[in-house]
């Protein structure tokens, strides 16, 4: 009589590595964040400008801004912030990329696939994670990003040039002044952007990433179409949360221009916008901002899947969850 049939060993049970998809969130990070951010400093100045009583404008339209902008300050002053933020930017996508594997890896069916409602959920709760470091990064690059527009109204209203401030003098001024939760400014808006945004972004990266497996056995897509992927998931949800992304960038906004509004709450923020301004106001920089998100998470996603951290630190590439 034979033996019995020496059976397949099973396969061993998937396993996440988070350091490898840290890593590779910090360098996407620095690289997508290098390439658009004369675009984002556009963004924060198209938003942060206000309608005259007679309806004039500082900036007529991006194309102008940009114009302004480089006339005014040259070729650096459109990387005005870029330093703090290319810092902070590296835990900030690593955080954000890496909390969305791991939260898809451990919502998954026991089959490998990961429902909409699901992966919505984990979207949302990467948002969340990133805002203990988002807050502080958007407000200090905001101040700076912001400055050179608020001079040049001072200037062409008659008054002193203003002393330009680094992010270190900023970022002690507001600690001495506010203390620790004076770099939290705005949270709650940041919250609501970040949170819905990521609700939107990698549930419908996701569904387009996963059409450009050309085999059933591939770990990601090509990288066009990673890059593809990212410009379409990313400018789609930028858009649809830009209205919060106005309120916040105002809320964070702490030196106004002459006849410029504070605001007390977010909620006093969309009233006041709406009452003055109307709704488009919510969409201003819109197009401004999906054109920086869209190369920012198509630069991101690509890096993020190049398995560059795998290949550095000896790890065996994994399946895109």
Avoid: H
Wanted: charged letters at 20%.
């Amino acid at each position: 009589m034979s033996g019995p049939k020496d059976l397949p060993a099973p396969k061993a049970a998937p396993q996440f590595n988070l350091l490898p998809k840290v890593v590779n969130g910090g360098i996407a990070g620095i690289v997508g964040v290098s390439v658009v951010f004369p675009l984002d400093l556009v963004k924060t100045r198209l938003q942060n400008q206000t309608i005259g009583p007679n309806g004039e404008r500082q900036y007529k339209n991006m194309i102008d801004c940009f114009r302004q902008t480089y006339r005014a300050e040259g070729y650096f002053g459109m990387y005005r912030g870029s330093g703090v933020n290319i810092l902070l930017i590296t835990p900030e996508k690593a955080i954000k990329l890496a909390a969305n594997d791991m939260f898809r890896f451990y919502l998954s069916m026991p089959d490998g696939s990961i429902p909409i409602p699901r992966q919505m959920l984990a979207g949302g709760c990467a948002g969340a994670c990133q805002i203990i470091i988002t807050t502080p990064m958007e407000l200090l690059k905001i101040q700076m990003q912001d400055a050179g527009r608020v001079a040049a109204q001072i200037k062409a209203a008659g008054g002193k040039e203003t002393k330009r401030v680094t992010a270190w003098e900023l970022t002690s001024k507001l600690v001495k002044e506010r203390g620790i939760f004076g770099l939290y400014k705005g949270i709650t808006a940041t919250a609501c952007r970040d949170v819905s945004f990521s609700v939107v972004y990698f549930p419908l990266f996701a569904i387009l990433s996963k059409q450009g497996l050309q085999k059933p056995t591939d770990l990601t897509p090509p990288f066009w179409w990673s890059f593809l992927s990212g410009c379409m998931a990313g400018s789609t949800a930028a858009l649809a949360v830009n209205p919060m992304d106005v309120v916040k960038t105002r809320m964070q906004t702490l030196t106004k221009g002459s006849g410029e509004r504070q605001y007390n709450s977010i909620m006093d923020c969309i009233s006041t916008t709406l009452r003055y301004e109307g709704p488009t106001a919510f969409f201003k920089g819109g197009a401004c901002r999906m054109i920086v998100i869209a190369p920012l998470f198509g630069i991101a996603q690509t890096v993020y899947y190049l398995g560059v951290a795998e290949y550095l630190l000896g790890y065996e590439r994994q399946r895109a969850v």
